[in-house]
């Protein structure tokens, strides 16, 4: 069975500075690895996903994040947080031999970005 | 591109009514995705389609969830007799069939009140 881990119910950081969201998964294949954000009374919005090659993956609004597979992690990352920033992340798995191709999400992790 | 849409936004209901939520996909995504989120949670699946066909239910879909896809186009995700554990942010995504490693595409989420 797949499962994600967000292990940080929130995260404060001042803005600035360097942000780092941390996500463990278990598939018992190959991963596909998803970040996602929330606002407020909205939908989820795609940042980046993982699928092969470089372990280091850009996303949207300056975010990246490292898969780690010895480490079964896929933290996301971003050099210099912003207040715009603050939000709800999420991280997803699906594993590579699903065919239903859906995601498995995390419980998801509070970004506070303070001025 | 219009996304996905989803109607109603929000709906309160009494307890024991049915209430039924329609989700618009990107128009060439034939896999749709249906979602359930409560209050601090990650979404969690529930059911979804390929063209019109239902391939895959979660086992959080009881008895008294339906939902339909008639023609491979829209869908409907339909509660009777709700109870108070059933408020939550219902959330719909759609993919295309031929991207594995594709990303899920979310609406804003339909929110339901059970009072």
């Known amino acids: 069975a797949q499962s994600v881990a967000q292990p940080e119910d929130q995260v404060n950081v001042a803005e600035g500075n360097p942000l780092t969201v941390k996500c463990t998964y278990s598939v018992s294949g190959n991963p596909y690895l998803f970040w996602y954000v929330q606002y407020p009374n909205r939908g989820l919005q795609f940042l980046l996903k993982y699928i092969t090659g470089d372990n280091l993956v850009k996303g949207s609004y300056g975010f990246e994040a490292e898969f780690n597979k010895s480490q079964t992690s896929f933290h996301l990352k971003k050099p210099s947080a912003l207040v715009s920033d603050s939000a709800l992340y999420f991280c997803a798995v699906r594993d590579k031999v699903d065919s239903s191709y859906k995601l498995i999400f995390g419980s998801g992790t509070r970004l506070l970005v303070r001025p | 591109d219009t996304g996905v849409s989803q109607d109603p936004r929000h709906k309160i209901t009494k307890r024991g009514q049915n209430v039924t939520f329609r989700c618009d996909p990107i128009?060439?995504?034939?896999?749709l995705y249906w979602y359930r989120q409560t209050l601090g949670q990650g979404p969690e699946f529930l059911t979804y389609f390929q063209n019109e066909a239902q391939l895959e239910k979660s086992r959080l879909l009881s008895d008294r969830f339906s939902a339909e896809r008639p023609k491979g186009s829209f869908s409907t995700l339909e509660i009777q007799r709700t109870e108070q554990g059933d408020s939550a942010m219902y959330l719909c995504?759609?993919?295309?069939?031929?991207?594995?490693?594709?990303?899920?595409?979310f609406g804003e989420g339909s929110r339901l009140t059970v009072l």
């Open positions: 128009s060439e995504h034939n896999r």
């Open positions: 995504a759609s993919s295309r069939r031929d991207q594995s490693t594709g990303e899920l595409f």
